[in-house]
Structures are given as C-alpha cells and as structure tokens.
C-alpha cells in the first residue's frame, strides 16, 4: 500500500507541475523543486526501511509493489527521461492495479447510508441514479482501448469526500420562505410607498450545486425591487471602476400621479399636492424614508428590510418549525434558521434593481476590498450566472463532472488569496471552449488539469476576462445590455499588471492552491 501511494505521489507531481524541455528556471522555482526533491527522497527512504522489513516476513503481500516504488525513484533521478516515457509504464501499472482494487473493494464493502432526518427521498435516488451511471460508464470502458487517465480520474473521484449536502430539503426551505416573503409583503405595503418586492432570484453556488460548504453553505436569494407608485427609479451606470466590484447608482423621481388618482381612492399626487396635505393625509414618498439626498440608500434599504422580516416572521409558517435570527449585516439581510434538533440553515438576502430586462442588477450585496459609500449598489451578475450554469445542466452529459470540478477547487481555494469569482470565471469559459462530452466523470482528473493550467496560464500572463462582457459565446438565453456584449471584457488581474508585490503574492497562493489539491485528491479531505 505504501508503494503505491508513492507512486500516486509520483503521479500527481508529473499532472500539476509539467517542466518544458529547455525552459530556464528561475530561483523561486529551482528552490520549489529542491524542496519537492528533499520530501521525495525522505519518503523513498521510508519506503525502502518497509521494503528491507516486508522482504524478512513470510506473508507480505506487496513486496512486488514495494521494489517497484524503489526502482521507480531512481528512475526518477533522471527526470527529464521518465517526464517523457517513465510516465507512460507508470500509468500502465497503475490501470491494472485501481482498477482490480476498485472491483475488489466494490465488491467486498457494504453500502452506508445516512438516515438524517432531513434528506429526502429525492435526494437519495439521486445517489442511486449516480452509482448506476458509474457502473454503466465502468461497463461501457471494459470494451474500449486502454485510457489510463480516464480510470485515474474515476478512481480518484471515488476516493475524495464530498461535502454532504441536504439540497433538496434545504432548497425547499429557502423557497419556502420566499414564497411567504412575497404574500406577506403584499398584504403588508399595498398602500404604502415603500419599495415593491419582486418574485426572490435563486442565486450562488448553493443554487448552482457546487458549494464547497456541504451544510453549512449560505443559500443567497436575490429580491428585486420596483418603485412605488407615484416614483421611478433611474439608474445612474458609473464609468469608473472595474467589475466584479463595479458601483452605480439609483436616483428616485417623483412621478405624477393626478390621473391615476382619479381612479385609486385617496391618491394624492406628491407633484402637485400641497406639502401640508400630503403630511395629513399620506405616507411620506420614498425620497424621505429611504433616500440620502434624492438617491436610494442602501443601508437604509437593508435596515427597512429587516425591520420587516422580524415583523413579519411570526405570520410564515415556517415560524413553526424553525427559530429565526436576523445577523447583523448594514447591506443585505442575513438570516440564521435553527429547527428543534438544533440543525441551522443559513440565508442570505440581497435586494437589486434590474437593469432594464436584461439580467444584470444592481445590488445590496457588500464588495470585501472596497468600503462602498451607502448610495453606491454593487453592479451584480449572480442572475446571469445561475442561468448560464442552469443552461449547462440541460447541455452537459448526465453524468457530468463540471460542478464537482468546481466544488473541488473551491474547495481547496478556502483560506487562499483567491476568490471563488476567480476560479468560477475560469470555469465558466472552459464550459464554453471544451466540449461538453469532454466533462463526464471518467474525465474528472483531465478537467482539473484544464482548471490548475488555465488559472496558472492567466496568472503568468496578469489577465482574467470577465466572462460577460463582449463573450461570443454566450447561451442565448442569458439577456445582457447592448453595451456590455460589445464592450472589451475588463481584466479581473488588472491589480497582479499594476502590482508586482500583488502578483508575486497569487504565484505563491496558487502554489499552496496545487498542493492543496494534490492532498484532497490524495487523501479524500
């Protein structure tokens, strides 16, 4: 077992760190490879200490595999020869070997089952319906031609631990609450003139099916807003600044409403109406609860929402069964659900506005880098991209791997300088650019070779396109301004060009990102 770890150690050193013939190394890397080459001699070592051990006892089972593990290590000192064609004999013996011990190990384990109260029926069919997909894929390769990555990447994609998720409940939870949000709203506001709830947009990597959190994931919902009657909101789109931490603003106009009063009892219009009377007789208009000077605050918005869910809560049937907690937040409403076996569910709710039918909004949601002046909404893309991932479920094979790709990585970038904004744009234009067919499970170790050497690629070269701006190879279905499908995709590595510190700093955070990844797909967690 020792040897062949090391040889799965051997194997994952030649996918993420491949040297090109005749590049020159400068002194961080020459100074990585040293280290690399130090553990691998300590671990060589160890092995041989339990070759010299396992060759004086009777009953060793692996003595083969150990004295191949050492012959492999010396191969390994001339490692320009075995980066060429020891690669090759190596994957042959490790076919052989992963895929007799899966069948054994298939064979001879019993199936464990979670009974958690939550999940749900569907959820466990779905597990079911993957175990099929991955016998009948087994199957369909017995009859092909040797594809020694392809086994490797089912095999390792067996062995990690996958954050257990309770989607289906949980989802159902959160819609649950939407659903009551919208009823309660409507009885609530009808007559005053605070924002307009619309329908709440399912947004984020819970939704998407990729959240490296399994259940303490945050499931994000998007509320439009709409003016109230008698005003309208105009959207002021700055020119400065970069996306993914792009702001603008939201003016509110008073609209007269004289001819719509002659139809709605007890109207009156904020225009032409003394100011007296609009005192005595009406709510104040928007412009004096929840606008700084005549544009929407965001702060106050939040708060307003807030102050309405705590009201509000006692009327939704979910009061029933879970404790509810408003976090504090000063941008968005973050919620804490705690049901009677004392199991939490988190929930976080932005509010936007939509940029006129397409599927960009400007929202509450907080920038982590900038501090945001509280009339400036963040320019926000999370609908356009629940829809495009919502595209690719319709497009992908059934048994694809993509979103696993995705949490795996993300799953590994926890705790690093990058965020998931990076590594999700990466992915979403390898969906556009690789073939589907190309994402299924038999392909998992491949696709994150694309992933590791597309970032590695982007950070070399300081540049990372956003993903929607002048994209030929958007889906259809997703609705983006004129202007931005003709715009020059801004660099979301602008900082790395502008800050060698910076960009020196990602170089070693993407170091820590390949090991990190390389111990998750070691390990399993």
């Not at 060793?60 to 004999?89: C, D, K, N, R, Y």
């Not at 990602?506 to 998750?520: C, G, K, N």
Request: proline share 5%.
């Amino acid at each position: 077992m020792a040897a062949t770890e090391f040889l799965i150690r051997v194997l994952l050193g030649t996918i993420w760190y491949p040297q090109k013939v005749g590049d020159e190394l400068d002194e961080t890397t020459r100074e990585r490879m040293q280290q690399r080459a130090r553990l691998l001699s300590l671990e060589m070592s160890r092995l041989l200490q339990e070759l010299e051990q396992s060759s004086q006892e009777p009953n060793t089972q692996e003595p083969s595999s150990m004295a191949w593990g050492a012959l492999l290590f010396a191969a390994l000192q001339q490692w320009q020869f075995w980066a060429i064609a020891g690669v090759l004999v190596l994957l042959s013996g490790l076919r052989w070997w992963l895929r007799k011990r899966s069948r054994e190990q298939d064979g001879s384990s019993d199936e464990q089952s979670s009974s958690n109260e939550e999940s749900s029926s569907s959820d466990r069919e779905q597990e079911e319906e993957e175990e099929q997909e991955e016998e009948q894929e087994e199957e369909e390769s017995d009859g092909e031609g040797p594809d020694d990555e392809r086994d490797l990447g089912r095999t390792f994609a067996k062995r990690i631990q996958w954050p257990v998720q309770n989607l289906a409940y949980r989802r159902r939870v959160v819609e649950e609450l939407a659903g009551d949000l919208l009823h309660v709203s409507q009885g609530q506001w009808s007559a005053s003139f605070s924002p307009v709830l619309q329908p709440a947009i399912k947004v984020g990597s819970a939704f998407e099916g990729w959240s490296p959190h399994g259940d303490d994931a945050v499931y994000c919902l998007l509320v439009p807003l709409q003016a109230p009657r008698g005003h309208a909101f105009q959207l002021e789109l700055s020119t400065v600044g970069e996306p993914p931490a792009k702001v603008s603003c939201i003016r509110v106009e008073l609209v007269c409403t004289c001819m719509r009063a002659q139809l709605v009892e007890n109207l009156l219009c904020f225009l032409h109406h003394p100011e007296e009377e609009l005192r005595r007789n009406q709510d104040p208009s928007l412009l004096d609860t929840l606008c700084t000077g005549s544009y929407l605050d965001v702060q106050k918005t939040a708060h307003w929402f807030q102050q309405f869910l705590r009201s509000a809560w006692m009327l939704m049937p979910l009061s029933g069964r879970y404790n509810m907690k408003v976090l504090p937040s000063s941008r968005s409403c973050k919620l804490q659900l705690t049901n009677a076996s004392r199991r939490t569910l988190f929930i976080e709710i932005t509010l936007g506005v939509q940029q006129g039918d397409s599927d960009i909004f400007l929202s509450s949601q907080s920038t982590e880098d900038i501090l945001t002046p509280s009339t400036m909404w963040l320019e926000s893309y999370a609908v356009a991209e629940m829809k495009f991932f919502r595209h690719m479920a319709r497009q992908v094979p059934r048994d694809s791997f993509h979103l696993k790709c995705l949490q795996l990585c993300a799953r590994a970038m926890v705790g690093t300088g990058f965020s998931t904004y990076t590594l999700k744009t990466a992915v979403m234009h390898l969906l556009t650019t690789i073939p589907l067919s190309g994402w299924r499970r038999r392909d998992f170790l491949l696709r994150l070779q694309d992933i590791m050497r597309y970032l590695r690629c982007c950070l070399e070269e300081k540049r990372l396109d956003h993903f929607f701006f002048g994209n030929e190879n958007m889906p259809q279905e997703i609705v983006l301004p004129p202007a931005l499908q003709a715009a020059e995709p801004p660099n979301l590595f602008q900082h790395l060009a502008q800050d060698p510190a910076a960009h020196a700093e990602a170089l070693h955070d993407f170091y820590e990102l390949e090991d990190r990844l390389t111990r998750l797909l070691f390990y399993g967690n």
